[in-house]
């Protein structure tokens, strides 16, 4: 009898075939893809790239707005005014007020000595001195007066806020501060801006009274105006309008609000690679930029 011999098994040829890499799946599904879909494979690193430089360019113009509507609304709240929030606005009203105080004053001097004297001498001498004191109020007190004084609140003491605020963040001053329970946000920013926002009032009434004042003087002297001080004044009150007396106040407390916003966000966002070479050109640029849109938005509207 034979018996069944057992089965045998395949022996393979060689050595099995290695699996393909785990890259070359991704780039064959992409091959078997749609026309679509690897286009827009192909467009997406520029999309990102697109999206993260705009992303960075209305960064600070998000963080001023949403940091304006917080301030706006923790003020409202009487929790918020705790003895260290107060003590932090009157120590920057303080030196809001008292640093640029003589710039004002000096600025606004020169200022009505070239706009009010020169308006009343060629507007006397083109017979048409019956609109000087509606062109000092077009021209002054409503356009040049919340530039001058938004650019003398930021450099004299928004600069200050912004370096102070900046040399906190770096040196570990603000984490302390939250290690103690005290926000940030209430203890730095809402005071000063507020400070900012009460100091640009006071500096922009004496800065257009100031530069009226002494214009009238150099006129006078002139002979170009020939009226007593009362009746120009008068006549300058008289060629305001109703919008007048509420958007120039309204112009100088913007002003003094946004360059104070500004100065405390960029001290805050600064950056470990951050210096104060780097830290105040920048702050400096914005505070000019929101200066002019203040006054670029009410000169649209009004």
Partial sequence: MTQNAPPTKDVPAGPPAAPPPEEAVPAVAAQEAPPLVRLMVRVAPWLAAIG?????????????????WGTFRESMRPNSWRRPV????????????????????????????????????????????????????????????????????????GMLSLTEIGLMVLNGEVRALQARGLDPFLTLVMPRT????????????????????????VAHANGAITSSVWTF???????????????????????????????CISGLTVSSNDTIATLMPRGFARGIMLIMVVNILFMLDF
């Fill in 86 to 157: 107060v003590h932090e606005f009157r120590v920057c009203l303080r030196q809001v007020l008292s640093g640029g105080l003589i710039s004002t004053v000096v600025t606004a001097t020169l200022a009505g000595l070239m706009v009010v004297s020169q308006a009343a001498y060629w507007l006397g001498f083109a017979g048409m001195a019956q609109m000087t004191g509606s062109i000092l109020v077009s021209v002054l007190v409503r356009e040049i007066t919340p530039i001058l004084v938004g650019i003398i609140l930021l450099g004299r003491s």
């Fill in 52 to 68: 993260r430089f705009a992303r960075h360019q209305v960064r600070f113009t998000l963080m001023l707005i949403g940091a304006g």
């Fill in 233 to 263: 004044f008068f006549n300058v009150l008289g060629a305001m309008t109703t919008w007048d007396y509420l958007i120039i106040p309204l112009k100088f407390l913007l002003v003094g609000f946004f360059v104070g916003l500004g100065a």
């Fill in 194 to 217: 507020f400070a900012f926002t009460l100091g640009g009032f006071a500096l922009g009434m004496i800065f257009a009274l100031v530069s009226l004042l002494m214009g009238f003087v």
